[in-house]
């Protein structure tokens, strides 16, 4: 079995491609990536020798290369993770989430067909369904609830989610989508809420929160997630979707709290900063489906996945530093300072 897993430098790319090296001995991995801000190579490092792995520079949205790395390889499936995934970076500029997001989508969607693969998996993400309110916690994202966008970034991904549900049905392509709750662990680029707290916070700067910090989200522990899309490109059914979410419903300011007293520092780092334009309120999933279908449960509490995490920050600092010291820090001064 051979994998192209695209945007594999990136953060839950990375993790699965770990999970699938460790899982099948017998697989072959193809990486790509384009390397912009947030693919980091050094994330690859400790499987770059690998014999049943290989990495490719390149771009999605480039045809010509994508066409000629499917025909060189014949893959067996194809893993999207490649997606400009930032909100914030999202407003500042859509232009780049449109291109990489929906039409990098149809470049690997049309290369898929021309070379009978047989399972394309998009990989995306609750936020297509919009936000829920606050005050009706019994309600849930359904994988039949509406697409309901809020910024530039969910509206590309449901874009792609719509285009890849259109090429099952007028191609036949044989397709899945997963759409997952927020992921955290190992790996996660440093501009994100969890480990821009950790590193904040290990430094004693100011952990800059939006608004009251009163937005829910559900965290999913990024191996369970791998975990989810191993059993969905085996065995979940062509042309369906399934929701991956982690149980784990908290308010940012309640991570927040909850990294600040795992690392013994004080609550007054935080600094509620002015709230981001069209902010969703709360995101929750239900993941009966795969449940039911595919036997899979996420394994980690929020308790165990925060400790972990942690832990890894600790003992890789190397890896975020040096993120940090690079472009980094000019997009943190330019997102938060004086709001």
């Not at 009163?214 to 999913?220: G, K, M, Q």
């Amino acid at each position: 079995m051979k994998i192209l897993v695209t945007g594999g430098a990136g953060f839950i790319g990375s993790n699965f491609i770990f999970h699938m090296l460790d899982t099948y001995k017998d697989y072959k991995i193809v990486c790509i990536d384009a390397l912009t801000y947030a693919g980091n190579l050094t994330t690859l490092q400790n499987v770059m020798d690998n014999q049943n792995f290989k990495f490719i520079k390149g771009d999605i949205t480039d045809r010509d290369f994508i066409n000629q790395l499917f025909e060189d390889e014949m893959f067996d499936i194809i893993v999207n993770f490649a997606a400009e995934s930032h909100v914030d970076r999202s407003i500042e500029d859509p232009s780049i989430f449109l291109k990489t997001n929906v039409l990098g989508t149809q470049v690997l969607l049309d290369a898929s067909r021309k070379y009978n693969v047989k399972r394309y998996h998009q990989v995306s993400t609750d936020e297509v369904y919009g936000d829920l309110p606050l005050d009706q916690p019994n309600l849930f994202f359904m994988e039949d609830t509406p697409i309901h966008t809020s910024s530039p970034y969910s509206a590309s991904k449901a874009s792609a989610d719509l285009l890849v549900q259109a090429y099952y049905r007028t191609f036949k392509l044989p397709i899945t989508i997963s759409r997952c709750s927020n992921n955290y662990g190992p790996y996660h680029f440093p501009e994100k809420l969890i480990p821009l707290i950790i590193s904040r916070a290990l430094n004693d700067e100011n952990l800059p929160v939006y608004g009251t910090g009163e937005n829910v989200r559900d965290w999913l522990y990024v191996e369970d997630h791998c975990i989810a899309i191993d059993k969905i490109i085996h065995n979940g059914r062509v042309g369906e979707v399934y929701n991956v979410g982690g149980h784990n419903e908290r308010t940012n300011l309640e991570v927040v709290k909850t990294i600040l007293h795992e690392l013994d520092k004080p609550e007054t780092l935080i600094k509620f900063v002015t709230d981001r334009a069209g902010h969703d309120m709360r995101y929750a999933i239900d993941p009966t489906k795969i449940t039911n279908e595919l036997g899979w449960e996420p394994t980690t509490t929020f308790e165990e996945g925060i400790k972990r995490t942690i832990k890894w920050y600790l003992e890789n600092k190397e890896w975020w530093e040096d993120i940090l010291s690079g472009d980094y820090q000019n997009y943190y001064e330019k997102m938060y300072v004086g709001r």
